[in-house]
């Protein structure tokens, strides 16, 4: 896939920076507590992690789905979801809130596609009426993208029409679709048949080659091993370790790491015999 329009930037300078991040649902238990993330233009970071270690929570509090109890979080440098006001801090408008969030997408373990509209409109839709598209060149800008993601014949079709893989390529689509600066998956495999895991995993793959900007919460570790450059271990809620892929696969630091790896190789060894 082509590169998405950068907005020329300072390299240096991470496009997501994520301080200190602290999230609780329920104000004893902190689901993040104190989460640091530097992801820089053109990275792939995928964020592994047992189940309730906060993954999805980070995600979601990136995209500022979620309320946050302490930390920061900057995109290109503008911190999201609060401004300087004279000598103190002050949530955002929600208008400003969703200006903040049009930079931004992602990508959901259940498609989230609405289900009376056709392929194209769900594709078109955020473009023209919120990016400000003209119509015609927002409808040409997603069937290049559908051809990209192998579903140029299914422009008309509706989303209950379409396999599971197929939906969330289509999701994919749109995602891509609003030219974000950076795109957040969160599982977006977990509700798919295994066979039709590949074909979403492709066409990430080529997201990730054409120098988009992505986090990914996953369990595919095969994906995260030979995609990723960055991969993120989280543990109660917070990251135990951060370390180039390959790295992280071949030389874990923590026992916690090296658990988890061991136990996913001798899961994915069962199902391979199954
Ligand atoms: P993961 O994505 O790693 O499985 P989550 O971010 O979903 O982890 O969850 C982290 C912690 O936050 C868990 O203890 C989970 O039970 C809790 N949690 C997640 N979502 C909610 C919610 N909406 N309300 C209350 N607790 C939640």
Redesign the pocket.
């Known amino acids: 896939m082509s590169a998405p329009d950068q907005v020329a930037g300072d390299p240096t300078r991470p496009v997501l920076q994520v301080v200190g991040l602290r999230k609780s ?2 104000g004893r ?1 902190y ?1 993040l507590d104190g989460v640091d993330l530097d992801v820089y233009a053109g990275e792939v970071v995928a964020v592994l ?10 995600v979601r509090c990136i995209d500022q789905l979620e309320s946050i109890e302490g930390g920061a979080m900057y995109l290109d440098g503008e911190l999201l979801g609060y401004e300087k006001h004279r000598d103190h801090i002050r949530p955002l408008t929600d208008a400003d809130i969703a200006r903040q969030r049009r930079r931004m997408s992602m990508v959901f373990q259940q498609f989230n596609l609405f289900p009376h509209w056709t392929v194209l409109r769900n594709i078109t839709e955020a473009p023209i009426k919120v990016h400000g598209v003209p119509p015609a060149e927002a409808r040409a800008r997603a069937m290049e993208l559908l051809g990209r993601v192998g579903l140029a014949d299914k422009a008309r079709a509706h989303p209950r029409q379409l396999s599971g893989g197929q939906q969330q390529r289509v999701a994919i689509a749109r995602a891509v679709a609003t030219q974000p600066r950076i795109l957040l998956f969160d599982e977006p495999t977990s509700s798919l048949d295994p066979e039709l895991v590949d074909e979403v995993l492709q066409v990430m793959k080529s997201l990730a080659e054409s120098g988009m900007t992505m986090i990914v ?1 996953t369990h595919e570790l095969e994906f995260a091993r030979d995609v990723a450059d960055r991969c993120i271990f ?1 543990a109660d ?1 917070v990251v135990i370790e951060d370390r180039p892929s390959a790295d992280f696969f071949s030389d874990p630091r923590s026992t916690r790491l090296q658990g988890f790896l061991k136990r996913a190789t001798e899961n994915r060894a069962r199902e391979v015999e199954a």
């Open positions: 649902y329920d238990h689901a992690g047992p189940s309730g270690s906060g993954k999805s929570t980070l919460v989280m809620g």
